[in-house]
């Protein structure tokens, strides 16, 4: 049994009903079974009779929070945040990441890289993560295998390259037969690898060609008859998608142009071939993330939400990058599920409740009537919920319904003493709901590194050891 003001969006609204779903319990909770489900979710006085007795973790005046989803992290750029290229995305590619990312050539470097990374996962409390990999298998398998030691979640798969001038890629890359043998090589290893069930296991692959730059018309076709077959394991798709576009030499124009299609999207969606001619499978579908989504067509917005495709938000490397601002109104409005990403690399930020506070000042800015301030349960929402649903784990974790998982984070304000004054003296409404929402407003905004004390993953406590 674990006691504390309890923070979570309940059940299964979408992002514009948050705030309804919002549940408040300021002297709760949260009681978790052997195995390691939540058998309780309340106030403290109401606990039922037979769970009295439960061994008690009081967390007061702390709180307790669903555990963070990164909808959209970089393996192999863990020591690579703040890299200065002097430009923009594919600059940035060129002279700071891939010869970063081929550091993890070496296996010790690359063991290394997978402690430092998912002790950084766990500092910040984020338990669940769609993870873009090294090129490298043995990276890979150390990823996995740290990833496992540690107890977290992780959908992760090799980044996939088939193509690229620039010589800084060059040791990133596989001829088209490698990427795929590697591919079914990584899922037959990896997938549901710790449980043997694709519904019960923490480790998940996914097929991720980095960008359809990155690769040719015969390695999509190829990976889209790879998906075709492993759909049915629950095997995920992710990649990224409309992110910068920069006039003339962005990534959203010389997608276009290379492949001589009418949308980026298209690429992913089988119609790679001139004048977007269907030419292989979709990749596109409930297991499918596609991570930035800056500067989608509204077509292309109608697509994802038809195949229900999620986007990874990572406004955090929008604004590194010069990117530019996903438009949030016109985004969820599409009706496509929109999680929280660091895109850590080309973002400078671990944490997910810091990108939620940089979402937060992003769209307020946004001009016009485009401009809106998101309500603090939409930021948790975006940063929890969310990004179970886009992993299709919704059922699973994210929120503390009864039966679900018990992944959460003990947020301990004295830890923090800038959060713990802003809590205790911040202004407060006199209307109760008002003041709810103040509260979790301060907590989201205010939330550092420090601030989180404990982890759990399924009921266990992890750390960063």
């Known amino acids: ?13 979408t992002v514009q009903n948050a705030a309804d779903a919002l549940v408040s319990v300021p002297d709760g909770a949260l009681v978790v079974g052997d195995d390691g489900r939540i058998t309780y979710c309340g106030d403290r006085d109401e606990i039922p009779a037979e769970f009295r007795d439960a061994d008690e973790f ?3 005046p702390g709180f307790l929070l669903p555990g963070f989803v990164d909808a ?15 430009g923009q995305l594919l600059e940035w590619l060129t002279l700071c990441m891939y010869p970063a990312e081929s550091r993890l050539a070496d296996p010790v470097f690359a063991k290394h890289a997978a402690a430092e990374f998912c002790a950084r996962r766990i500092a910040v409390g984020t338990t669940a993560a769609m993870v873009f990999g090294s090129a490298f298998p043995h990276a890979q398998d150390a990823l996995f295998s740290e990833t496992r030691r540690r107890g977290l979640r992780m959908v992760g798969g090799r980044g996939i390259q088939t193509t690229g001038e620039e010589e800084s890629v060059a040791p990133l890359l596989t001829s088209e037969d490698e990427a795929i043998r590697l591919t079914e090589a990584e899922i037959d290893t990896w997938h549901a690898a710790d449980t043997g069930d694709v519904d019960t296991a923490l480790l998940h692959v996914a097929i991720v060609p980095r960008f359809s ?3 040719t018309r015969e390695t999509l076709r190829n990976l889209g008859e790879l998906y075709d077959s492993v759909r049915h394991r629950g095997v995920y798709f992710h990649s990224h998608l409309n992110e910068n576009n920069r006039p003339g030499t962005g990534e959203v124009d010389s997608t276009k142009q290379a492949y001589q299609v ?3 999207l ?6 790679f071939l001139p004048g977007s001619q269907v030419g292989g499978k979709s990749m596109l579908g409930r297991r499918s993330i596609l991570a930035h989504c800056v500067h989608c067509q509204d077509a292309e917005l109608r697509r994802l939400a038809q195949t229900g495709s999620s986007i990874a938000h990572c406004p955090v490397s929008q604004q590194f990058l010069g990117s530019g601002t996903m438009p949030w109104q016109r985004t969820i409005a599409s009706g496509v599920t929109v999680a929280a990403g660091t895109d850590y690399g080309g973002g400078d930020e671990w944490s997910i409740p810091r990108v939620l506070a940089a979402a ?4 307020i800015s946004e001009p016009g009537a485009d401009g809106v301030s998101m309500h603090p349960a939409e930021m948790l929402f975006t940063g929890t919920l969310a990004g179970a649903r886009a992993l299709d784990m919704e059922n699973r974790f994210g929120n503390f319904d009864l039966g679900k998982e018990a992944d959460f984070v003990v947020v301990d ?4 003493p800038a959060l713990e004054s802003a809590l205790a003296q911040g202004i407060r409404s006199d209307d109760p709901v008002l003041a709810r929402d103040q509260t979790l407003f301060a907590l989201l905004m205010g939330m550092g590194e420090a601030a989180v004390a404990q982890v759990y993953v399924q009921g266990r406590r992890v750390d960063d050891r």
């Open 213 to 215: 730059l990155s690769v």
């Open 413 to 416: 304000p004295a830890r923090e």
């Open 266 to 271: 298209d690429t992913y969606d089988g119609k």
């Open 58 to 60: 009081d967390h007061r």
């Open 1 to 13: 049994m674990h006691l504390g003001h309890i923070f979570h969006v309940a059940g299964r609204p």
């Open 262 to 264: 009418n949308s980026y």
């Open 360 to 363: 937060f000042k992003v769209h």
């Open 72 to 86: 959209h992290i970089h393996f192999p750029q863990t020591f690579a945040g703040d890299a200065y290229g002097g």
